[in-house]
């Protein structure tokens, strides 16, 4: 079956909830000093984007910079500080947040918010399964991806395999921006190799798990490079293996790369 991975829900955007609200939820998840510094996030992002359909729309960079820098004024350079407003607007229904913005900004930990029950019982299936392999340092691959999923409109009943499809064909088109130099800086190369390993990570315990039906493959892209010796250190490496052969033992290191 061909899955297609463009998204089916909503597009990103939504509208905002009023501080009021915000400041009961915050109420009961936090300390009165972070929950003032969470305010102050709540009030220059509103301000800043009054119509929170436009938010997705405005230059990811300057999105991006936004939240590193913190809000303006003094106490507020906290810049995980926007992340628990965006989740309560996803776990109320009022909003969905772009895939460019999720994979530039990182973990969203906000840990003292809790998810859905079947997003949590999702996760909780997938690292349970990852603690049943073996894979116990792989035991947060499942709450980021989930969670990244979940940020962006998908739900379970979606389907998970539908839903890994989507991360994934969201994440190669993010990795193929032409600015994205500019956003992640310099370790922006590695970043689809990291992706593309938590990727098959998550295929592997999903299908362990029963969540999909075929089992994954890895698909490692050929090396461009060949590795050649210099001449003088190749003539160095014959001699060698000359050598030893003589003495009739096998030089196996050496001698399936040159041999082979």
Wanted: with cysteine.
């Amino acid at each position: 079956m061909t899955i297609d991975p463009s998204p089916k829900h909503l597009p990103p955007g939504g509208e905002h909830a009023s501080e009021q609200e915000y400041r009961a939820f915050l109420r009961g998840i936090n300390s009165d000093s972070i929950g003032r510094t969470y305010l102050r996030t709540y009030r220059w992002f509103v301000s800043t984007y009054p119509d929170l359909d436009l938010w997705p729309k405005a230059p990811l960079q300057k999105r991006v910079q936004e939240l590193a820098d913190g809000v303006p004024g003094p106490g507020t350079g906290r810049p995980l500080a926007l992340k628990p407003y965006l989740l309560f607007l996803v776990n109320t229904g009022r909003a969905r947040i772009d895939w460019p913005w999720i994979l530039s900004t990182g973990k969203h930990p906000c840990r003292n918010i809790k998810l859905p029950d079947d997003i949590e019982q999702l996760i909780e299936r997938l690292r349970s399964t990852s603690a049943g392999l073996g894979l116990a340092s792989k035991s947060e691959v499942p709450r980021r991806w989930i969670k990244y999923l979940y940020l962006a409109g998908w739900r379970p009943e979606h389907g998970v395999e539908a839903g890994i499809a989507e991360a994934v064909f969201a994440a190669k088109a993010f990795n193929e921006r032409p600015d994205l130099a500019d956003i992640c800086g310099a370790d922006s190369p590695d970043r689809w190799k990291y992706i593309r390993r938590e990727h098959f990570c998550l295929q592997t315990l999903a299908y362990h798990s029963g969540l999909i039906s075929a089992q994954p493959k890895r698909r490692n892209a050929p090396s461009p490079f060949k590795r050649v010796p210099p001449e003088r250190m190749a003539e160095t490496i014959e001699k060698y293996i000359r050598t030893r052969l003589a003495q009739g033992m096998v030089p196996k290191s050496t001698w399936r790369g040159s041999h082979s």
